[in-house]
């Protein structure tokens, strides 16, 4: 990603946090500021400790790990989740746009890969990357 971009990519990303941070719920903490892995430990804590002295209730817990989780993410399903934000439909096109066509290149120690076109996922490094992701979620 050349400079050019990252620096659209961060004007872009400003925007879309303001757009989107009500629609994440409050137990969600991955990609979102001020709720890190302490929270998310604390807030798991207090509601098992909750449940616990109601009594007779069983507890469940799911927990994911979302390894290349930005790899799967559908670019037609991230299109009409952001159409759901309150951002708007010009922000929401710039976003779009710069998914529309996407080059990727996979490196394995030393080796690289030829470049490839991509058509799903969200891009490794993008500061739009976390925040689009969270949009697909919710």
């Known amino acids: 990603m050349d400079t050019a971009y990252k620096i659209y990519a961060n004007i872009l990303n400003v ?18 500021a ?7 430990i604390y807030a798991l804590n207090f509601v098992v400790n909750k449940e616990i002295a109601k009594k007779k209730r069983k507890i469940f817990a799911f927990f994911a790990d979302l390894k290349a989780a930005f790899d799967k993410v559908d670019r037609i399903e991230l299109g009409k989740m952001l159409k759901k934000t309150e951002i708007g439909e010009q922000i929401r096109k710039r976003i779009m746009k710069t998914y529309k066509e996407t080059k990727d290149i996979v490196k ?25 992701f969270n949009v697909h979620l919710s």
């Open 15 to 32: 925007r879309l946090k303001e757009a989107t941070e009500k629609i994440f719920e409050e137990g969600q903490f991955g990609f979102i």
């Open 34 to 40: 001020g709720r890190g892995t302490i929270d998310a």
């Open 108 to 132: 394995v120690g030393s080796k690289k890969s030829e470049e490839f076109w991509t058509r799903s996922k969200v891009r490794q490094g993008c500061s739009m990357s976390p925040t689009l």
